[in-house]
């Protein structure tokens, strides 16, 4: 799997939007880029994944940039229940390790 | 709704003593896993089950037993347990081991 970079940490305040980047330069063509959310001590929680398309759900979009090197998790309205730590995980069908790698992620606080 | 549940979600109990964290998933998933997590370690997975009698060590297996017997329960199984396996765990699952996984809401274990 592709190595990411994500900032340790990022502070948002309440009901504005929170970008959070992620750089995956050595991505391949077949992998997608995937973001899931750790609320402390409970489950990963998945949110959102693509390939090379802008991506949206109802919980957050996806911008990848043309070249696929890097891309940004936008929570369009953040709560402070979305403070969280979210990881960018790049993953594909031919991956060699079934199991999914949880870098260190990006420490999310939203500011009341 | 979608889930995969564990139980117990809490868990204290004393070395030696065996016990069993139960994980079930009601999507029809084949591939089913476990992990753990510690701080500073990241998520680090123990077993995984491709299918039914379907199962393979991760990374760090030892003092841990899995069955799959069913589709949808992947039981971890503790025959002896040491205080170093004080730990959080998580159960995850999904229809393919590459591809986006659904966690579970984890159990604390604690062993004196």
């Known amino acids: 799997d592709a190595k990411t970079t994500q900032p340790p940490s990022m502070d948002c305040a309440e009901g504005r939007a929170a970008n959070l980047p992620c750089n995956h330069s050595?991505?391949?063509?077949?992998?997608?880029v995937y973001w899931y959310r750790q609320i402390h001590s409970q489950g990963p929680q998945y949110i959102i994944h693509?390939?090379?398309n802008n991506e949206t759900n109802e919980m957050a979009s996806l911008i990848i940039t043309e070249d696929r090197k890097s891309s940004t998790l936008i929570l369009p309205h953040a709560t402070l229940r979305d403070t969280a730590v979210y990881y960018c995980?790049?993953?594909?069908?031919?991956?060699?390790?079934?199991?999914?790698?949880f870098g260190s992620g990006t420490q999310l606080t939203v500011l009341p | 709704e979608a889930q995969v549940t564990q139980n117990p979600r809490y868990l204290i109990t004393v070395t030696g003593k065996k016990l069993t964290v139960t994980c079930s998933q009601n999507?029809?998933?084949?591939?089913m896993s476990w992990y753990r997590q510690d701080p500073g370690l990241g998520l680090r997975q123990i077993y995984y089950?491709?299918?039914?009698?379907?199962?393979d060590k991760g990374d760090v297996p030892e003092g841990y037993k899995v069955s799959r017997k069913e589709k949808r329960n992947f039981p971890l199984i503790l025959e002896s347990p040491s205080p170093n396996q004080t730990s959080l765990y998580f159960c995850a699952s999904s229809f393919y081991d590459r591809e986006l996984q659904y966690f579970g809401p984890g159990t604390r274990l604690t062993v004196t």
């Open positions: 089950s491709m299918n039914v009698e379907v199962t």
């Open positions: 995980i790049v993953r594909g069908p031919l991956s060699s390790a079934r199991q999914l790698t």
């Open positions: 693509g390939l090379k």
């Open positions: 050595t991505i391949s063509g077949n992998e997608y």
């Open positions: 999507m029809n998933h084949e591939y």
